[in-house]
């Protein structure tokens, strides 16, 4: 059974940084695309940034791009994303999820697995 959990979500100022971590555990981690993604408050899911198996070649939305990094440990069954210069509207509820399908960065919670979400808030 597939299980992923996320952690690290909080409160940030603007400016700010927090690091997201999933636990992936169920099946073979290291060898499938991993995703994040988020929803705000009022808004569709919306994909950020995914990663291929061996970790190569990370791709972000344009909202995230400079500012956030994807990263895993395949040794670990984790997955990452570091988020730096965090702005108001990226506040959100962030998901972990594996074979995420997506259409113009809008993305479906009937297809792949998703995690419970850790919650980022970025206020002064």
């Known amino acids: 059974q597939v299980r992923l959990e996320e952690s690290g979500g909080g409160l940030a100022q603007p400016g700010g940084s927090l690091r997201l971590s999933c636990a992936a555990s169920g099946f073979t981690f290291s060898t499938y695309v991993m995703s994040w993604a988020r929803q705000a408050p009022g808004k569709g899911l919306e994909w950020v940034s995914s990663i291929y198996s061996g970790g190569s070649d990370p791709y972000y939305a344009d909202s995230v791009k400079g500012r956030f990094t994807i990263s895993r440990d395949n040794a670990k069954n984790t997955l990452y994303l570091q988020m730096n210069s965090l702005k108001p509207e990226d506040t959100a509820l962030y998901y972990c999820?594996?074979?995420?399908?997506?259409?113009?960065?809008?993305?479906?919670?009937?297809?792949?697995?998703w995690g419970q979400g850790t919650q980022v808030t970025v206020s002064s």
């Open positions: 999820v594996k074979d995420i399908v997506c259409s113009n960065n809008l993305c479906s919670r009937d297809f792949g697995s």
